[in-house]
RNA sequence: GCCGACAUAGCUCAGCGGUAGAGCAGCUGUUUCGUAAACAGCAGGUCCUCGGUUCAAAUCCGAGUGUCGGCUCCA
């Protein structure tokens, strides 16, 4: 409902997380891990009917599940030397996910980074031994008695919620599967590589705390994240993708380029630097150009709110905790986490006709979200943050050109940036507030301006809000990596109903507006990080911080050099000029490092001929363009705001 | 919030019981230079905070704060 919200889902997914791909790899049905007998002779008679399983029994058709099989098996091997090192561990689950797998295990210490060594030499071992994995099926009451005997408690878990579930269905209770390398046996469906000695070159990467089955409620666990890959090239290049999603990340550029910082006097918000706040206020003032193009009327409401507002539209009772709330005068007021319910106070303070509507009222609104502190990550998850919000009023009738419009300024905003949305069409959930009738209607409306653009969507079945079918936008960076950033969502009942809004009909009747929340860039926050990671730090000229750096080759040229930054910036160009004492080398290296699209060198000739010798960050040159030739040159590269 | 790691100069990091270090950045001087680092000198630190152990703590222990990797949450 609050569009381009940050918090939610902002990251979907992007390298290094591994969170991901948990959903097939659930605990109930899936490969889950299990414990593992010292030797096959202490799991008695368990071991004796064990059959052994060919190839094409373990292997998923296909290179990914083959894949995906390896990094699964590569967890129980994990498990195995795990096993090893703490014989009491009691495993938690095992599953293949994005880039390699995890293993989750209860452990009498932390894990220490020597211990994950010592665990990567048991892996090694017992991938040299090269173990057959050998699946065996055994009734329910036998595969629980050995995980129970082994002090599995949470394999017992699984298998008694295997069994709950049956009898719910109806049906049998599942025989239980199990896999076996060596001597060690874990709960689990497969499938597996044929033995161990398949396993690729793999690194275990880090150890992190992680709730058992992902309740609070529940123990946290030890997860050790591990990669493994098919070749050692394959291992070296998701390495080297890390490092270079490492060198791109917008906390260390931040930095770097001067942007912005933080500081734990005011943890989760960002501290803008003067060029971080150019590039912020470039880009607020072209979202602001098609506001102004596009119908809005931008309009500004407090931040410090009284609570009755949040009580009113609901969120005081489920959101309390995550607002910053304060008390003066006895009376309870908040800072605003949204911008919505205060959209309403505006737009009811007069009546307003079928005539008004569309009405699109756009708020650059500064939010606060009192985010539990573990949560914040640099500009992607922060307390403090700017939407470019807008709540826009409308008939019915109005809702699928609306729609339109929001796609089309989507692509519009995107297309500066050189980025391809792709939009996620969420419909109505079970749970959904509202008229039936409604629903169809909003959801046939937006599927036909979806439909309108002629590309594929995706659409999300029951993804909607349970107040408002919704399309998410979602973004690609240049590594591959999706963000959501942009959101329109169809209001169909929390702004009308709660906040009891209403238009005058062309029959004098008081009726019910629809609303939508749109956001384009969503957080600026956000967006300015993803643009950092996207480009790398080398903006667009047209957005560019610092567009160009003025470099004199002597002090004699400083003079020169100041003439042509007043003409430019007589223009509104960013500029700056290099008068240090430096050799110009260097500061061409400078420059470059800052990412400065023009270096604009002068010499001489030069100051002599009023031209200036430019080079560009690419490394290339072009030498005597005029001044004036340069200034229009890069105004009007700027105005066309190409990425 | 939970689990773990980390916190030393503006930045990147070394030092890990016995006088606080380097490179870059900064300042000063020399240099005035043609497309990714001129040379020299100087200055720069409550070693995150508070408490404890010790003759002695940046170093060991505890608590707090922040950051990072995850988990959970994300209107």
Redesign the pocket.
């Known amino acids: 409902?609050?569009p381009g919200?940050?918090?939610?889902?902002?990251r979907v997914a992007?390298i290094?997380?591994?969170?991901?791909d948990?959903g097939d790899n659930d605990a109930i049905q899936a490969p889950v891990g299990a414990a593992a007998p010292a030797t096959p002779e202490d799991a008695g008679p368990f071991f004796e009917t064990v059959v052994r399983g060919s190839a094409e029994e373990l292997l998923d058709a296909g290179a990914h599940g083959e894949l995906d099989a390896m990094r699964h098996s590569s967890a129980h091997v994990m498990a195995e030397a795990v096993m090893g090192i703490f014989p009491e561990a009691q495993l938690g689950i095992g599953p293949a996910i994005d880039d390699g797998f995890y293993y989750d295990f209860l452990l009498p210490r932390?894990?220490?980074?020597d211990d994950l060594a010592a665990i990567e030499d048991g892996m090694r071992a017992s991938i040299a031994a090269d173990h057959l994995f050998v699946r065996k099926e055994v009734p329910f009451e036998e595969g629980r008695a050995f995980f129970a005997g082994r002090n599995q408690p949470f394999k017992v878990e699984i298998l008694d919620d295997l069994a709950a579930k049956a009898k719910e269905a109806g049906t049998a209770v599942p025989r239980t599967s199990t896999y076996q390398h060596g001597s060690f046996v874990d709960l689990c469906k497969g499938p597996h590589v044929a033995s161990t000695g398949k396993i690729g070159p793999f690194k275990l990467?880090?150890?992190?705390?992680?709730?058992w089955r992902?309740?609070?409620k529940r123990p946290?666990l030890?997860?050790i994240?591990g990669t493994v890959w098919s070749t050692q090239d394959e291992l070296e290049a998701y390495l080297t993708r890390l490092e270079e999603a490492k060198r791109r990340?917008h906390?260390?550029l931040g930095?770097?380029l001067d942007l912005f910082?933080?500081?734990?006097v005011s943890?989760?918000s960002a501290f803008w630097h003067p060029k971080g706040q150019r590039l912020w206020r470039t880009l607020e003032t072209a979202i602001r150009e098609v506001q102004d193009r596009r119908g809005y009327q931008e309009i500004s409401t407090p931040m410090l709110v009284h609570k009755k507002l949040?009580e009113q539209s609901g969120?005081w009772a489920?959101?309390q905790d995550?607002?910053f709330v304060m008390e003066s005068e006895g009376q309870t007021f908040s800072l605003k986490?949204?911008n919505?319910p205060e959209s309403t106070i505006i737009y009811k303070s007069r009546l307003r006709s079928y005539r008004d509507l569309p009405l699109r009222l756009s708020e650059f609104g500064r939010l606060h979200?009192?985010?539990?502190?573990?949560?914040?990550?640099?500009l992607t998850?922060v307390r403090h943050f700017v939407q470019d919000d807008a709540h826009i009023y409308l008939r019915p009738d109005q809702l699928q050109d609306e729609i339109k419009a929001l796609l089309g300024e989507v692509y519009e905003v995107y297309g500066w940036f050189g980025l391809d949305p792709k939009f996620t069409f969420g419909t109505r959930p079970d749970k959904a507030l509202g008229d039936q009738a409604l629903w169809d209607t909003a959801e046939s409306q937006i599927k036909a301006a979806l439909d309108s653009l002629g590309k594929p969507y995706r659409i999300k079945p029951k993804d909607g809000?349970f107040y408002a079918p919704k399309i998410d936008i979602q973004i690609e960076d240049a590594l591959g990596r999706e963000w959501q950033t942009a959101t329109i969502q169809v209001d169909l009942v929390m702004l009308p109903e709660r906040f009891d809004c209403t238009y005058i009909d062309e029959n004098g009747e008081a009726v019910r507006p629809m609303t939508i929340h749109r956001a384009i860039y969503g957080s600026l926050e956000r967006f300015i990080g993803v643009l950092v990671e996207h480009f790398a730090g080398a903006f667009p000229v047209w957005c560019a911080p610092v567009q160009a750096v003025v470099i004199?080759?002597?002090?004699?040229?400083i003079d020169g050099a100041r003439e042509l930054e007043a003409l430019l910036k007589a223009r509104q160009l960013r500029v700056e000029v290099d008068s240090?004492?430096?050799?110009?080398?260097?500061k061409?290296?400078l420059a470059?490092?800052q990412k400065v699209p023009y270096?604009l060198?002068?010499?001489?000739?030069?100051?002599e001929a009023r031209t200036v010798?430019?080079?560009n960050?690419a490394?290339e040159?072009e030498?005597g363009v005029t001044w004036d030739a340069f200034i229009d040159r890069l105004a009007e590269e700027t105005a066309a705001r190409r990425p």
């Open positions: 409902m609050f919200d940050p918090t939610a889902s902002g992007r290094g997380d591994r969170e991901m948990m932390p894990l220490t980074p990467m880090t150890v992190a705390g992680a709730y992902g309740s609070e946290m030890q997860r994240y990340d906390r260390r930095v770097q910082s933080f500081h734990d943890p989760g949040w969120h489920n959101y995550s607002m986490p949204m919505c979200r009192n985010e539990r502190s573990g949560t914040l990550s640099g998850r809000a004199p080759i002597a002090d004699r040229h240090s004492d430096s050799r110009m080398q260097n061409i290296r470059q490092e270096m060198v002068l010499g001489d000739r030069e100051i010798a430019i080079r960050r490394g040159q030498n």
